[in-house]
């Protein structure tokens, strides 16, 4: 059974405290999803407010035909999706270079793995945002939603509204683009990744 | 299976808890036991999900929880009162009195306004209404502009349309 299930009936009659328990429940994974999807983004925080902000004002609305987490996951997807249409539309007004590591440099790994001593988590998570954020969209957030995530398969379906079909054809060509890119981290001495 | 066939399914083989089915299972493993490529492949496949599961989790700015829940509080007021949808509901009776109000207004100012006709009868005294109404021509027409009088009647101006 969905334990979110019972929280999303009270925030659906108003209640603020569940949905405040909903958002613990799920800020972090969201806030990870925004900042994975946006390469590291210092706006990822904002995005997962402006997500939870959505969920609010809608949660009325959800029918349950799907898990909270898929719902929430899908709202997300949306505000992940607006955000880059208004930060590329900004850039084009102001034609300022392109932010987006996969255009932006060569080579997304190399700066971050050279200084993976200093704070090894901080930059094994920027590493691999920006590896993901030199996939073409539909693949990033395949892979996004599977491995960072942990969404299966059909879930994944469910947020993006595909075939399960064509998830698997998603993830799979978005991991087969990731490995020479993530293949830095792998053969750092120290990490038993493999 | 030929490899393009087991390449479809090897995504969800490299990941141990999405089981295919076991006959698929069995036939991708048949496949891949035989084929170098495919064997190289799934093995890629796990290492990158491996290193994808293994990125740190995120850790929230000490802010974040106060700072969502002021735009909620917002969101339960400002926002509350913007959302269309509720106005929309609120405004459906009020609405509906305006409509009708209008529909018995319109109703009644056609019962009593003024028909065409009534437009076009004329109203004017008799001076007025002998070079709007009657006898005006070009001739009368100059002739009252130069002297300032209105032809006392179409007879006497003698003009000819």
């Known amino acids: 059974m969905?334990?979110?299930?019972?929280?999303?009936?009270?925030?659906?009659?108003?209640?603020?405290?569940?949905?405040?328990?909903?958002?613990?429940?799920?800020?972090?994974?969201?806030?990870?999803?925004?900042?994975?999807?946006?390469?590291?983004?210092?706006?990822?925080?904002?995005?997962?407010?402006?997500?939870?902000?959505?969920?609010?004002?809608?949660?009325?609305?959800?029918?349950?035909?799907?898990?909270?987490?898929?719902?929430?996951?899908?709202?997300?997807?949306?505000?992940?999706?607006?955000?880059?249409?208004?930060?590329?539309?900004?850039?084009?007004?102001?034609?300022?270079?392109?932010?987006?590591?996969?255009?932006?440099?060569?080579?997304?790994?190399?700066?971050?793995?050279?200084?993976?001593?200093?704070?090894?988590?901080?930059?094994?998570?920027?590493?691999?945002?920006?590896?993901?954020?030199?996939?073409p969209e539909e693949l990033r957030i395949a892979v996004t939603l599977r491995d960072v995530q942990g969404l299966d398969y059909r879930e994944i379906a469910g947020v993006l509204d595909v075939p399960i079909g064509t998830v698997e054809s998603r993830i799979f060509r978005g991991r087969q683009r990731l490995k020479p890119l993530l293949e830095p981290l792998r053969a750092r001495p120290g990490r038993s990744l493999s | 299976m030929q490899c393009h066939e087991v390449a479809s399914f090897l995504a969800r083989r490299a990941d141990d808890a999405e089981a295919l089915g076991a006959s698929v299972r069995a036939e991708v493993d048949q496949h891949v036991a035989a084929c170098a490529a495919c064997r190289a492949e799934l093995e890629a496949q796990r290492a990158v999900a491996v290193l994808l599961r293994a990125r740190p989790a995120d850790r929230l700015s000490p802010q974040f929880a106060a700072r969502l829940s002021s735009r909620l509080d917002d969101a339960a007021g400002w926002f509350g009162i913007a959302d269309w949808r509720v106005w929309t509901l609120r405004l459906a009776p009020v609405a509906a009195a305006l409509a009708l109000?209008?529909?018995?207004?319109?109703?009644?100012?056609?019962?009593?306004?003024?028909?065409?006709?009534?437009?076009?009868?004329?109203?004017?005294?008799?001076?007025?209404?002998?070079?709007?109404?009657?006898?005006?021509?070009?001739?009368?027409?100059?002739?009252?502009?130069?002297?300032?009088?209105?032809?006392?009647t179409a007879g006497e101006s003698g003009n000819v349309r």
Not at chain 1, 68 to 95: D, E, K, M, P, Y
Not at chain 2, 104 to 130: F, I, N, R, V, Y
């Open chain 1, 2 to 135: 969905d334990v979110d299930q019972e929280l999303v009936a009270a925030a659906a009659r108003g209640s603020r405290e569940a949905f405040d328990d909903l958002i613990r429940r799920h800020q972090v994974s969201i806030v990870s999803l925004a900042r994975a999807l946006t390469g590291g983004s210092a706006d990822a925080e904002d995005i997962a407010q402006e997500v939870f902000l959505r969920a609010w004002r809608s949660i009325g609305g959800f029918r349950g035909d799907s898990t909270f987490r898929t719902w929430l996951h899908r709202v997300a997807i949306n505000v992940i999706h607006s955000h880059h249409g208004r930060v590329s539309r900004l850039r084009r007004f102001f034609q300022l270079a392109p932010s987006d590591p996969a255009e932006a440099a060569d080579d997304p790994i190399e700066s971050a793995a050279d200084s993976i001593d200093v704070e090894a988590d901080v930059v094994l998570r920027d590493a691999i945002d920006k590896a993901l954020a030199s996939l």
């Open chain 2, 101 to 152: 109000a209008t529909y018995l207004g319109l109703g009644m100012s056609t019962q009593t306004s003024m028909t065409l006709d009534d437009w076009m009868m004329p109203t004017a005294d008799a001076a007025t209404e002998s070079v709007l109404w009657e006898d005006v021509s070009a001739n009368s027409v100059v002739e009252t502009m130069l002297t300032g009088e209105l032809p006392s």
